[in-house]
């Protein structure tokens, strides 16, 4: 198979794991990958070894590979951790984004402004990406950008539940308007303190967060914390 088309694989994989088509916990069958992409099973296994290692699959004996899910407390952690990677990305950002950054910002949340008036969950959250790595990349830190995108990834299908906390897409909103007020105005200790809170796994209470989770998410996360 040529090495495009395994990157291919792997990539869109990917996605449907950040996506939320492919659930945590949901088994990932080789045959039916093989024949969806019109492969061998040997692509689909190096794609899902390398998805493994980045912690998106799990090899699991006699079960194959599954979607990564994460144990609650291990979700927390991952959150707390997240806010401030995030918060970093956003503090070196005040200090070095570009005015053309500045300007990819504003449009990014002018755009997202449509999704939010249209309740448009998935819209949102294409938005809410670009809105982020943007901020990511004008911290010109590629080192923490790597690993900030990283986790990102994983916690994915967490944060996208979120979105659907009643009010979340207008505070969301909101929370990015004051974020980017703070950036033009290159106020690296606000920004940051403001970045922080928006990624809060909690959103006010860590009840409300897990208020939040699928039921069959939170089952899948539960289990493993048994486990």
Sequence with gaps: MPRGRNTELKTQLEHDINSGRLR?????????????????RTPVREA???LASLGL???RPRRGAVVASIGLKDLLDM?????????MCARLAARRISDQECLVLRDVH??????????????YYACNVLFHETLYMASRNAFLAEQTMALRNRLAPYRRSQLHQHDRLQ???????DI????????????????????????????DFIATLPVDLLNQTASRSVN
């Design 24 to 40: 945590p916990g949901e088994r990932l069958d080789e045959l039916s990958l093989a024949a969806r992409f019109d492969v061998s």
């Design 180 to 207: 980017l007020t703070a950036i033009v105005n290159r106020d690296a200790d606000h920004v940051d303190a403001l970045m922080k809170q928006h990624l809060s796994a909690q959103g006010g209470s860590v009840q």
């Design 171 to 177: 505070r969301s909103f909101s929370e990015h308007g």
């Design 110 to 123: 002018e755009q997202s402004r449509r999704t939010v008036d249209e309740g448009d969950f998935d819209g």
């Design 48 to 50: 899902l070894l390398q």
């Design 57 to 59: 699959v799990e090899m």
């Design 79 to 87: 959150f707390e951790v997240m806010a401030e990677l995030e918060g």
